[in-house]
């Protein structure tokens, strides 16, 4: 079975509005946890990572969440916009610096 | 701002062909990874590479996968007899010192026909 997946495949937004996208994680090992944005035809960009001994990290107009209680990753993004239109992955590293296992993703849609 | 440069960015290919992906990592980074992802499903590891060596490898990364790094900068994987199912993206990463970050480049487009 998969080690992250998401709740929500789909999320539509008007612009100015603030989004969340969730993730789940089953891997209780995982300690590194990413973010990335994937616009159509592109390869997935980087957005922002925490580790596990944090609970918050705070970028520019975003926001990780994790609970590791529950074993929950979430992404905020603040005053969404146009461009923030794409599909969100979050992946996660079992421990080892050798690859990440990513979820399935969430196709976010900015509406005007 | 540096960043991860793949070619090409499509390839069709006739089945049994072989076919070499080229990469070239962010000239500072250590760690070289290929993923793949077939239309619509999620980003998948075939592979990673450290020190001039396979680190780690995923169960699509059979025998007819290998993977080079020629020369200083590039970094390729070569698909010895494609298959119709090997038809996808596929994305070449890299990572610095620390391993963990890892930043992906604009794939290349695979067609097997």
């Known amino acids: 079975g998969e080690s992250v997946g998401l709740h929500l495949p789909t999320l539509s937004v008007q612009e100015g509005d603030n989004s969340i996208i969730n993730c789940a994680y089953s891997?209780?090992?995982?300690?590194?946890f990413i973010w990335y944005k994937q616009e159509s035809g592109k390869g997935p960009q980087f957005i922002i990572d925490?580790?596990?001994?944090?609970d918050k990290r705070q970028g520019q107009r975003v926001t990780v969440l994790l609970n590791k209680t529950v074993k929950h990753l979430s992404l905020q993004i603040a005053a969404t916009q146009p461009g923030d239109s794409a599909v969100y992955f979050c992946?996660?590293?079992?421990?080892?610096?050798?690859?990440?296992?990513f979820g399935k993703g969430t196709l976010l849609t900015v509406n005007p | 701002e540096p960043e991860v440069t793949q070619t090409p960015s499509h390839q069709v290919t006739q089945m049994g062909q072989e076919v070499i992906l080229r990469c070239v990592p962010i000239?500072?980074?250590?760690?070289f990874y290929w993923y793949r992802q077939i239309l619509g499903q999620k980003v998948e590891f075939l592979v990673s590479?450290?020190?001039?060596?396979?680190?780690?490898k995923s169960e699509i990364f059979d025998d007819q996968f290998s993977v080079e790094r020629p020369d200083g900068s590039n970094f390729t994987l070569k698909i010895r007899s494609t298959k119709l199912e090997d038809s996808a993206m596929y994305f070449c990463?890299?990572?610095?010192?620390?391993?963990?970050?890892?930043?992906f480049g604009p794939g290349t487009r695979l067609l097997v026909l």
């Open positions: 990463a890299s990572s610095d010192q620390f391993g963990e970050t890892q930043y």
């Open positions: 891997n209780s090992a995982s300690d590194y």
């Open positions: 925490i580790r596990s001994n944090m």
């Open positions: 992946a996660e590293n079992e421990g080892s610096n050798y690859k990440l296992t």
């Open positions: 000239s500072n980074h250590l760690y």
């Open positions: 590479f450290y020190n001039n060596e396979i680190s780690e």
